[in-house]
């Protein structure tokens, strides 16, 4: 594991407990059998009873679990230590434990896995940008998904991740295109899952852009399809933002639209 990628496991095993905890995650309810998916995933992805799924960066495993509860036979990789070990307690709390599994491995590194391959290989929501490089990502995909399944990934919009999340007028503080060198964030920044919440560790980022993401997979064989993008957030990307009843966050009526989130579909 690289040095950027040891630092960001560091920031996710100390905030784990902290999410775990908290209202924005809201575990109990999830126990109780709350969803985690939304209606974006669940259509694109579309009927998956009995089907085997590889669930990529998948933090303490609330939308693998989710995946789980409609039928799906679903493995969660993530490499946080702390997250693991919570997904595995929550596998058992929620009786999901003969339908979903858990395995700590850094997803660019992972190789194929002893259950490969997967009907439906999906990621989502805070996952690319923590990664230095994308080869062994598309290698770890191409590896485990099977010749008639399908690669799904919903996350934020490489538009959107140009601005500022603290104004509300969109100010462009982050350039598109990648580049080696790491957005740096300092130790003391707040959790977003709780505001009051101050983080000790550091954490590194990367910008990846439609063609980085895009080439990283057809250069492993496989051809980009359904490209949809989406004028709501998976959350408050701007302060001005509502949720909504369908869970989604919107900005105002009156603002311009920008493309918020992204998700497509790769096939053989």
Known sequence: MNEHHDINKRWWNEVTPVHTTSEFYDVD???????????????????????????????????TLSWARLGATVTGVDFSSEAVAKARELA??????????????????????????????????GTIVWLKSLEGWAETIASNLAGDGFFYFLDSHPTAM????????????????HSDDP???????????????????????????????????????????EVREYPFGAWRHFPDMTKADDGYWYRDTNEKALPLLLGFKATW
């Open 183 to 225: 957005n740096f964030e300092e130790a003391g920044s707040a959790d977003y899952a709780d505001w009051e919440y101050r983080i000790q560790s550091e954490a590194r980022s990367f910008n990846w852009g439609l063609a980085d993401i895009f080439a990283a997979l057809e250069s492993k064989g496989l051809t980009i399809c």
């Open 29 to 63: 309810g999830f126990i109780k059998g709350r969803n985690t998916l939304g209606s974006v995933e669940r259509d694109a992805v579309g009927p998956v009873d009995d089907k085997k799924f590889l669930h990529m960066q998948c933090h303490f495993g609330m939308d």
């Open 92 to 125: 058992e709390a929620t009786g999901l434990d003969d339908r979903a599994r858990f395995v700590e491995s850094d997803i660019t590194a992972v190789g194929k896995l002893d259950d490969a391959p997967y009907d439906v290989i999906f990621t989502s929501f």
């Open 162 to 177: 140009l601005f500022d999340e603290e104004s509300a007028e969109p100010k462009i503080i982050y350039d598109y295109f």
